[in-house]
């Protein structure tokens, strides 16, 4: 294990998702019927920090939720630990909403996948955005993203990590090569 | 924390890390059943045999809840109603069953042990939804849960357990995980209905319910079971709830905001009165509702322990 470049430091972070939040507005043509869902962890961290931006542009507060995928994932027997069920906190209603998804990584396509299944059980969104920070590619299923931080090129044996201050104590995006 | 068990046998052979996390990850299955489509495809694909050997509804209807909330396909079992008549052994009917490839039994059963024995003699998951007087593990964990939830820890609390303590293996199962977590237990009973040895499993004994309640953050009311012959030589039901009995008077002695409990089915004037049963302290409609999803977070883990196992081997 060895970090083999520093991709995004704290300011990096923080135009790439103040550029997502005017990209977000624009397409959306405003905050009305809007609502931002992170995946756990970082998905969830970032989620947030976006809805503090669409803020700061439009005065207006979107409902922001979180989302665990651990139920609804489809490698649940192949992978060695077991992951741990965190809760899912949705406290509005979706139906009808232009839904942004948030996630840290955009990699093989499956959380995303898995995300969606859980979404629909929730009610019926409008629309289902995808927003992630980084997009390294290696996609296993037709999914995309309809914004991003930055996108990486990246080989399969590396790893893409995202440290955020909320959890990790500091902001920045890392390629560590295995 | 990694949960590596593929069965669910009792509370006795449980950390408390293991327990800590059974309870965390049953706070997160609780919003499950609060969604609109009720319903995860975490265990999709698997079976879920309820193999019942004594009657059971509201254990039963609650581990089918929670199978079918996970997406599992359910087959229930009355032993009345089976080859068990024809006198089938308990293991012959747990290889059968794994025969027909189902992945965990939930397995109620009148002799104490029983379902460590099932667990010995199969390679799926054997969950004990209670065997004799031994373990309940399910209900105390519900229990426990719901008392959490209320009180936001579990550390610390003093719990009474009032009731026929001999023959209750909600008693025991409640017991070694309170006593795990960290709070104090008293167990209160007339003295015929305390068994020996139960301080030796970490329990203060009374005989006198109004000290027993005095100090205590909550109170876990256990059914009387005046069928069973053993409690012919006790007083009836009268008596008994004048002596015992949960009462607005009795509460009113006790700590503001005690907790009360019952696993069900209550009967109404002898555990308790019905004001206290349907009154601000009882949680006991709480607890079905926690129950599912303590046993989603049971079958969740058991099931996948297995698949790893099985992976890794």
């Known amino acids: 294990m060895r970090e083999k470049a520093k991709i995004l430091d704290p300011e990096a972070i923080n135009r790439a998702m103040m550029r997502i939040a005017h990209e977000i507005l624009e397409k959306n043509k405003g905050t009305e019927s809007l609502c931002i869902i992170g995946i756990r962890n970082r998905g969830a961290y970032l989620a947030q920090r976006l809805a503090e931006r669409i803020k700061k542009i439009d005065a ?3 409902p ?27 406290n509005f209603d979706i139906s009808d909403k232009n839904l942004i998804l ?26 289902i955005q995808l927003a992630v920070l980084i997009d390294r ?23 893409v990590e995202v440290r955020l201050h909320e959890c990790d104590d500091k902001d920045e995006v890392v390629i560590i090569e295995k | 924390m990694n949960w590596n068990k593929k069965d669910l046998l ?101 002799y104490s042990g029983a379902a460590v024995m099932l667990a010995r003699h199969v390679d799926i998951s054997v969950v004990n939804a209670g065997d004799g007087w031994h373990e309940h593990p399910t209900q105390a964990l519900l229990d426990i849960f719901t008392l959490k939830e209320k009180l936001g820890r579990i550390e610390g609390l003093q719990v009474a357990i009032v009731g026929d303590i001999a023959h209750s293996r909600v008693a025991r199962s409640n017991i070694w995980g309170l006593t795990k977590l960290g709070a104090e237990v008293t167990v209160c009973a007339p003295k015929i209905l305390i068994p020996p040895g139960i301080e030796e ?17 909550a109170v876990n009311v256990l059914r009387m079971q005046f069928e069973r012959d053993e409690l012919n030589a006790f007083p009836k039901q009268l008596e008994y709830f004048k002596e015992f009995g949960i009462t607005k008077e009795r509460l009113k002695e006790a700590k503001k905001g005690i907790v009360v409990m019952h696993p069900g089915p209550i009967n109404r004037g002898v555990e308790m009165s019905s004001e206290v049963a349907d009154g601000a302290n009882s949680v006991i409609l709480e607890q079905v509702t926690n129950g599912i999803a303590v046993r989603m977070a049971v079958l969740f883990l058991v099931a996948q322990a297995r698949d790893i196992n099985a992976n890794t081997h």
């Open chain 1, 60 to 62: 207006a507060d979107v």
């Open chain 1, 64 to 90: 922001v939720g979180v989302l665990d995928i651990t139920l609804y994932r489809d490698d649940l027997t192949l992978i060695a630990s077991q992951p741990v069920v965190h809760k899912t906190e949705i």
């Open chain 1, 102 to 127: 948030v996630d840290d990584v955009l990699y093989s396509g499956r959380t995303i996948r898995a995300a969606l299944d859980a979404l629909v059980d929730f009610g019926r969104p409008k629309s």
């Open chain 1, 137 to 159: 590619g290696h996609r296993e299923l037709p999914i995309r993203a309809d914004y991003v931080g930055k996108n990486i090129p990246t080989a399969q044996t590396e790893t």
């Open chain 2, 10 to 110: 009792g509370l006795e052979e449980l950390s408390k890390e293991e327990l800590e996390h059974i309870l965390a990850t049953a706070e997160s299955f609780k919003e499950v059943s609060t969604r609109e489509i009720k319903k995860v495809p975490a265990l999709r694909g698997k079976t879920v045999v309820n193999l019942f050997y004594e009657p059971s509804t509201r254990t039963r209807v609650s581990f089918e809840v929670a199978a079918k909330r996970l997406s599992a396909d359910v087959i229930n079992i009355a032993t009345e109603t089976s080859s068990v008549k024809k006198g089938e052994t308990l293991i012959d009917t747990g290889r059968n069953i794994q025969a027909l490839k189902a992945d965990i039994i939930v397995m109620r059963h009148n």
């Open chain 2, 201 to 217: 499993m970490g329990a203060k004994v009374s005989l006198n319910i109004n000290e027993a309640l005095k100090n205590a953050d």
